[in-house]
């Protein structure tokens, strides 16, 4: 979050969430947060099924439907709260993120599709271009 003291933006990867040594996505920041909520770094699977840790608060059971959420906004705060609302977010949009002010988002849902805000393509040094070939192997 916020600017290095170099004055130079900070290089952001984020990772893959089918392929954690690869990169989903990558941008440059500065004076801004990031943040992503994400149900591959904390799980387990029980009888076919996987659980995470992000709890719908409507069942009390793990989301289903979401694989990763990420906000970037103004304050860390604000980026970690809207990662989990996000990913909590039963209609899997980005309609609620799109409406706030400097703030933009990206989602992978669970058929591997990444959907984005309108100003998340227009990040400095955006980039999904190696998304579709990480999700082999």
């Not at 941008?27 to 947060?33: D, E, R, T, V």
């Not at 409406?99 to 989602?107: A, Q, W």
């Not at 990040?123 to 070939?133: H, W, Y």
Request: proline share 4%; net charge neutral; glycine share 8%.
């Amino acid at each position: 979050m916020g600017g290095r003291p170099d004055k130079q933006s900070w290089k952001i990867g984020l990772q893959h969430p089918i392929k954690p040594e690869s990169i989903l996505a990558f941008f440059s920041l500065s004076g801004k947060a990031v943040a992503t909520s994400g149900d591959y770094q904390k799980y387990f699977n029980l009888e076919g099924t996987r659980y995470h840790h992000i709890l719908n608060p409507k069942t009390g059971y793990p989301v289903i439907g979401m694989t990763s959420a990420t906000v970037v906004t103004d304050t860390m705060m604000d980026a970690d709260a809207l990662s989990t609302a996000l990913f909590v977010n039963e209609k899997k949009d980005l309609a609620f993120i799109d409406s706030l002010k400097n703030t933009e988002g990206l989602i992978v849902d669970q058929n591997k599709s990444p959907h984005l805000t309108q100003g998340m393509k227009g990040l400095a040094n955006f980039s999904l271009e190696n998304f579709k070939e990480n999700l082999s192997h």
